[in-house]
């Protein structure tokens, strides 16, 4: 099947080279005429494991194309997906001028019988102001559909390639049919695909997110309390986690959640609500909780140095909003970043994927270290912000060479308790006992 995605951004680039891959032939459009040139030319824009193979795959087998005109793709494709960003406007609501912007386009392009496939995630009830803006420019048959992703950002191929579930939200036998026909190879193999109306479809991806922020944040709540009486929330979490009502997932204390899709959701569904004259009390306090969450360790820091860290030397270990990506949106280090520079601290960091997105947004405000034990030098203290793999195991003998201080601030949890205390360092991490040397 010929199949157009509008928008090469994370789910875009994503979605479009699991339907290359298959055997559709995908026709990519973004308006940014060097990120297209790039790819023609094999450049992969974003940073995720194991799509690049993927990615020059399909190029190579000549069914991974991009371009900037979208009326070419147009009427190349029966199916378009619409892959656009809906970022947070200035009152939390989603910003869905890319999308109607579009869909405009197609009504004005279109010559024949279209699918439009909303990817994005959107707000209830966009299924059918899509409809309405393309209805007002053409007079030809065609169907919108709800199609939410569920990706994992650092395992977005694997969650290509072997989803839970297929969510389709349509009122038309005929797209549904179309549908079910893309999504056969995933069917084939016992993946279900669950059908459903367009505004259950649409709350089912903004649901399930909420949903999970509020597990993380729970889970935090749990771990500042253990903090409190003296429990260890690694073992708390083991016991809730071994309940299959509740499940090991997302129960994995730290500095908050972050990135595209959480904050940006729970304060959509929050904006959602209140439009309805309804109250999403549960997120709104998941909201507040994760916002004090992510600076928890400051005020930990300072307590450590005697209330007072300007002129300390902070080694940042991470950047990403999480292990395994290269993106920064919303992600605690920046919260962390912001705050100690205000304290007059200095910050060097060390993140090798992130680094250059960064450095786009602060600039030479902070310094950046070529290597994680470069990054240590002189250091006062350690503070880990994000869990890559690297930091899993390091060497704790080096470490203590390199650092002014053998201190080290965890936002991730990322050793067991002994393993700091055997090689004399202090270590604050969250919702344990703090070790000190």
Request: hydrophobic content about 40%; some cysteine; glycine content about 4%.
């Given at each position: 099947m010929n199949i157009t995605i509008v928008g090469t951004g994370y789910v875009g680039l994503v979605t479009g080279t699991t339907l290359a891959e298959l055997g559709n032939s995908v026709y990519c459009v973004d308006i940014d005429e060097k990120k297209v040139e790039g790819m023609k030319n094999g450049i992969v824009p974003i940073y995720e494991p194991n799509l690049e193979e993927m990615f020059l795959r399909n190029i190579q087998a000549e069914r991974l194309f991009f371009t900037t005109d979208l009326k070419e793709a147009l009427d190349k494709s029966e199916v378009i997906y619409l892959a656009l960003p809906t970022p947070p406007g200035g009152d939390g609501s989603a910003d869905l001028s890319y999308v109607l912007q579009v869909a405009n386009s197609i009504g004005e392009m279109m010559t024949e019988y279209k699918v439009i496939v909303?990817?994005?995630?959107?707000?209830?009830?966009?299924?059918?102001?899509?409809?309405?803006?393309?209805?007002?420019?053409?007079?030809?048959?065609?169907?919108?559909?709800?199609?939410?992703?569920?990706?994992?950002?650092?395992?977005?191929?694997?969650?290509?390639?072997?989803?839970?579930?297929?969510?389709?939200?349509?009122?038309?036998?005929?797209?549904?049919?179309?549908?079910?026909?893309?999504?056969?190879?995933?069917?084939?193999?016992?993946?279900?695909?669950?059908?459903?109306?367009?505004?259950?479809?649409?709350?089912?991806?903004?649901?399930?997110?909420?949903?999970?922020?509020?597990?993380?944040?729970?889970?935090?709540?749990?771990?500042?309390?253990?903090?409190?009486v003296g429990a260890d929330v690694d073992k708390v979490r083991l016991g809730m986690g071994s309940d299959d009502r509740i499940g090991h997932r997302f129960l994995f204390p730290g500095i908050g959640y972050g990135g595209s899709c959480f904050p940006k959701d729970v304060k959509a569904l929050i904006k959602s609500g209140k439009e309805e004259d309804f109250s999403f009390q549960i997120l709104e306090a998941t909201e507040n909780v994760n916002i004090s969450q992510k600076v928890i360790l400051v005020s930990e820091i300072e307590k450590y140095f005697g209330g007072n860290i300007e002129g300390k030397t902070i080694a940042l270990w991470g950047l990403a909003f999480k292990a395994n990506t290269d993106d920064i949106r919303e992600a605690s280090s920046l919260d962390n970043i912001e705050l100690l520079l205000k304290k007059g601290a200095k910050i060097v960091a060390y993140d090798s994927i992130a680094e250059k997105n960064v450095q786009k947004v602060l600039g030479n405000k902070i310094e950046y270290a070529k290597t994680m034990y470069e990054a240590l030098e002189n250091a006062d203290a350690l503070f880990i912000a994000t869990e890559w793999p690297e930091f899993k195991n390091p060497n704790f003998k080096l470490m203590g060479e390199k650092m002014k201080n053998k201190v080290i601030f965890d936002g991730r949890n990322m050793y067991p308790l002994e393993v700091p205390a055997q090689n004399g360092f202090y270590y604050k991490s969250i919702g344990r006992k703090t070790i000190k040397s």
């Open positions: 909303n990817k994005s995630t959107v707000p209830v009830g966009t299924a059918d102001r899509v409809r309405n803006v393309i209805a007002s420019k053409t007079n030809l048959p065609f169907d919108v559909v709800s199609n939410p992703e569920f990706l994992r950002e650092g395992f977005a191929v694997e969650d290509s390639m072997n989803p839970a579930r297929v969510v389709v939200g349509s009122s038309s036998e005929k797209a549904k049919e179309i549908m079910a026909k893309i999504y056969q190879p995933f069917t084939n193999t016992g993946i279900p695909i669950i059908f459903m109306d367009e505004k259950s479809s649409e709350l089912t991806k903004y649901a399930a997110n909420s949903f999970l922020a509020v597990k993380i944040t729970f889970m935090n709540e749990i771990a500042n309390y253990c903090e409190k």
